[in-house]
Structures are given as C-alpha cells and as structure tokens.
T-cell receptor, first 116, second 113 residues
C-alpha cells in the first residue's frame, strides 16, 4: 500500500508555544490530506481537510487560527498548533487517500502531543 | 448523521482461537467500509477495504464481511496470535470522500499466549 509519513511521533512542549507536525505522502501525490485528532478512549475525529494550493477547510468547532494548516506541495501538509494549552494534548494523525488504491485511506504514524 | 459502533469494546482470547469483531453503522448509504489496526501510540494500518458492491474481502487470516442493508460489518480473525493484539477500528466515509471517515471507538483485542 501507499506510505504516509508523519513527524514527529511524539512531542512535549510548554504552554504558550507552537508545535509543527508534518505529514508526507512518500510514494504518491496527494492533493488533499486530512488531519484527525483522538482523545483518550474516544474515536478519531476529523479536524480539517488540507488542500494543496488553497485554504484548508475546518470541521465545526475546530479553531482555524489555533490549528494552522499549510499544504504547500503535493506531498506535504503541515499542522501547526499555536499557543498550545494542556487541553490540546492529544494524538494527532494525518491521512491521504491514494486514488491508485481504490481511493483507500492511508494514515501516518501519528503524533502524541503533550502540553505541560 | 452517521454513527459507527463497535462491539465489544475489549476482547481477550487465548492464542489459536477464531474470533469475530463487530461493527455497525446507522446510515446504510455508504460507499465502502474500511477496517484498520492501531497499535498503542501508533498510527493506523489499513487491513481491508470493502466496496459497497462487495460482500466480503479476505487477506490472509482476516476476512471482513459487509451487509449494507442491516448496517453491519464483521471482521473475522482465524487462528489468533499474540501479535494480533491491537485495537481494531472500522470506519465509513462521509459521502464519497475517503478523507472524511467516521470511526468507531474500536475493539481492543488481547491474545494471550
């Protein structure tokens, strides 16, 4: 299957700082990538859709000024958590559909963010 | 609004047993259903993708079935092994977009040696 690489796999940061998470499609191009968040014992929930060359679209309740998304190329999307607070601590994971695989969704390794 | 439910939430079995994980969804108008495996603190590994026109898919010891009319899918694992221990998630797309997936909370499987 297709490979999606996410970095870093875990990060600890202080309250008020910003953290950038990268998501790369390694062997295919992705005009669209998706960012999910998973709180403990909860389902994965879609946060936003990252569109190459245009603005991201955010799900209801997700602050676009807090979670900045940039999709500068066909293989890279970044999520920046700005002015992080402890309640932002969560598991963040990206996905990209590969149209060459019946549009199957492939996921990165995820990033465990802990804000202290 | 689509809702996905997985039962049981956790399952512990001895090595070698065959087992079934259940997934149900409220809106039967789905394009496909995907089963994933998630290891602790790790990302998701796609196991099987069943298109709406298919009734089942097989990969090795895994067999997934889909019954759209009843809103159900099952994941059958044959001859379970300790390495199968993980959380298993099922997900369906919103509309035709494989990006916006609605996930269940998962079934945490533990296979004891």
């Amino acid at each position: 299957g297709a490979v999606v690489s996410q970095h870093p796999s875990w990060v600890i940061c202080k309250s008020g700082t910003s953290v950038k998470i990268e998501c790369r499609s390694l062997d295919f191009q992705a005009t669209t990538m998706f960012w999910y968040r998973q709180f403990p014992k909860q389902s994965l929930m879609l946060m936003a859709t990252s569109n190459e060359g245009s603005k991201a679209t955010y799900e209801q309740g997700v602050e676009k000024d807090k979670f900045l998304i940039n999709h500068a190329s066909l293989t890279l999307s970044t999520l920046t958590v700005t002015s992080a607070h402890p309640e932002d601590s969560s598991f963040y994971i990206c996905s990209a559909p590969d149209r060459g695989h019946d549009t199957e969704a492939f996921f990165g390794q995820g990033t465990r963010l802990t804000v202290v | 609004k689509q809702e996905v439910t997985q039962i049981p939430a956790a399952l512990s079995v001895p090595e070698g047993e065959n087992l079934v994980l259940n997934c149900s969804f409220t809106d039967s108008a789905i394009y496909n259903l995907q089963w994933f495996r998630q290891d602790p603190g790790k990302g998701l590994t796609s196991l099987l993708l069943i298109q709406s026109s298919q009734r089942e898919q097989t990969s090795g010891r895994l067999n997934a079935s889909l019954d759209k009319s009843s809103g159900r899918s099952t994941l059958y694992i044959a001859a379970s092994q300790p390495g199968d221990s993980a959380t298993y998630l099922c997900a369906v797309p919103v509309g035709g977009s494989q990006g916006n997936l609605i996930f269940g909370k998962g079934t945490k499987l533990s296979v004891k040696p």
